[in-house]
């Protein structure tokens, strides 16, 4: 099975969205390590799970700042990525090395929190030594055109994926008019404001099969 762009699940909660999407043939299965998250998977779950699937990346997601903390969790998750929310911890994070050697980062930006130039500002400023800048939203937010110009601009300088704003219906549209590596959706058990429930998920993923 293949998909005709690279894709992130995020906040993956249980083993049977884990084994549908890593035989959809994403790309990466994102596990929330912060016991304070509503979607968080304690290891002996997580390492459940990550037996259970194969061909697909793992990323730890944290919203931690402390780096003692985030080196603990590497440690007992050994995940291939890891996902922050701070562009100040990258750096430092940078020097570390995980499960498979290098270890390798992904920066999530929410932009419900940034103005334009401040997105354009943090990416030109803090997205080195990140992968992959993930772009979501906690709050609802409108793909209007300036939003899509100025995604259109930093996607054609900086390894984007697309967390936001991506429905079955304009999936295709969004990867033709947008250079974004790939975009990336939400698991979870939650139905909370910006995620998505799993039934669209799996639309999203049959929209981009590859005939």
């Known amino acids: 099975m ?17 084994r549908y999407c890593a035989g959809m043939g994403v790309d990466m299965l994102g596990f929330s390590m912060d016991p ?3 979607d968080y998977v304690e290891p002996k779950k997580f390492l459940e799970i990550k037996s259970w699937v194969a061909g697909v990346q793992i990323v730890g997601e944290t919203t931690a700042t402390d780096p003692e903390l985030i080196e603990q969790l590497l440690e007992t998750y050994q995940p291939e990525f ?26 999530r930006v929410d932009l419900s929190q940034l ?7 943090l990416l030109h ?10 772009l979501e939203s906690k709050g609802p937010i409108h793909l209007d ?44 058990d939650e139905e909370r404001p910006g995620n998505k429930e799993f039934g669209e998920l799996m639309d999203i993923l049959e929209a981009i099969e590859e005939e």
């Open 2 to 18: 293949a998909l005709t762009t690279l894709v992130k699940i995020s906040n993956v909660t249980n083993l049977s969205d884990a």
């Open 36 to 38: 304070e998250s509503p």
């Open 82 to 107: 890891l996902q922050v929310d701070e562009a100040a911890l990258l750096p430092y994070l940078s020097t570390f090395g995980g499960s498979q050697g290098e270890l390798r980062l992904i920066l």
């Open 115 to 121: 103005t334009l130039d401040q997105l354009s500002t």
């Open 125 to 134: 400023t803090g997205a080195a030594g990140a992968e992959y800048v993930l």
């Open 145 to 188: 055109a300036d939003l899509k110009a100025a995604l259109l601009k930093l996607s054609g300088k900086y390894p984007v994926l697309l967390g936001t704003g991506v429905s079955a219906e304009n999936v295709h549209e969004l990867l033709a008019e947008l250079p974004v590596r790939g975009i990336a959706l939400s698991g979870g």
